[in-house]
């Protein structure tokens, strides 16, 4: 079975903002057994996790403690020293943008608030930059039922350029096997 293919839009949107809470900071709330069984059942139906190594890693629930899901977050995406591992922000990876201590500048980010604007998305109370992975997860949602052509232009202009090197710098800094599978699985559907 070909999993995207057999997805219709509305499928997509849920899976994208699915993507989009598998990459928030783990808390008990959220992080139930309930969303880690559906979290491997969709790993499961893809053929590049389902024959992985941490996806096996995964199932054995290694270092699956929310403590330690925690810690890795931290470690991968907000704070290490001297600088952030794994910046979950594009800006971050724009070859124009790219700073020395990891940091990035608002050239980037420009760029997705101009297309978020174009197609009517708004964000609204935010504490984290408009082209941080989750947002920007959350936009495909939206525009996986309303506009597959503006979706689809996105991931290409967007998104696909810097989540690319996201997702190597991600694999090769994490310990913990789920956010490998996280990572692979954004890369599954954003292709």
Not at 74 to 97: E, Q
Not at 160 to 171: A, E, L, S
């Amino acid at each position: 079975m070909d999993i995207k293919n057999g997805v219709n839009a509305p499928g997509m949107a849920d899976i994208y903002l699915f993507l989009a809470q598998s990459m928030r900071y783990p808390e008990k709330e959220w992080m139930s057994d309930e969303f880690l069984r559906l979290f491997l059942q969709i790993a499961e139906k893809i053929p590049e996790l389902s024959d992985s190594k941490s996806f096996r890693s995964f199932l054995s629930r290694n270092n699956l403690g929310l403590e330690c899901l925690q810690e890795e977050y931290t470690r991968l995406f907000i704070n290490v020293y001297p600088h952030v591992l794994a910046p979950p922000y594009g800006s971050a990876y724009s070859s124009n943008n790219l700073r020395n201590d990891g940091g990035s500048s608002t050239t980037g980010v420009d760029e997705t608030v101009l297309f978020y604007h174009e197609k009517g998305f708004e964000l609204v109370d935010c504490k984290e930059p408009p082209d941080w992975l989750i947002h920007e997860l959350a936009f495909m949602a939206l525009m996986a039922k309303d506009d597959p052509e503006g979706l689809e232009k996105f991931l290409v202009d967007h998104f696909r350029p810097w989540f690319t090197i996201f997702k190597k710098k991600v694999v090769q800094e994490t310990i913990n096997p789920y956010f490998v599978i996280a990572i692979q699985m954004i890369d599954f559907f954003t292709v």
